[in-house]
């Protein structure tokens, strides 16, 4: 099972995005465990649990990347599929960014 924390400066848009990719996740029987946080709740505890770390696109900016210091891969969300609370997208993405399955298989 793979960590993968999507960070937002809005903490209603990152639970909303929460649950569309926590229910595709389960359903698709992807090994992936979301959590959602905004910039002024990380900590370097939960930064060091994530394996990947999916920044919304208000939040994909350089300043606030830099200042997280972190190791854990930092990929931006794409428009599309942000702008759509496109679980099932998201989950394809995240898997492919981890490198588990085929994106085809999702």
Sequence with gaps: MKNVLLLSGNENSSHLFLGEAKRTAET???????KAAVMADLTPELLADQDLILLAPQTA???DTAAMNTQ????????DIYGWLNGQALVKFAC???NLVPAAAI
């Design 28 to 34: 698709r029987h992807a090994p992936l465990c979301f």
């Design 61 to 63: 900016n350089a300043a």
């Design 72 to 79: 854990v891969p930092t990929v931006d969300i794409p428009n």
């Design 96 to 98: 492919g960014k981890l």
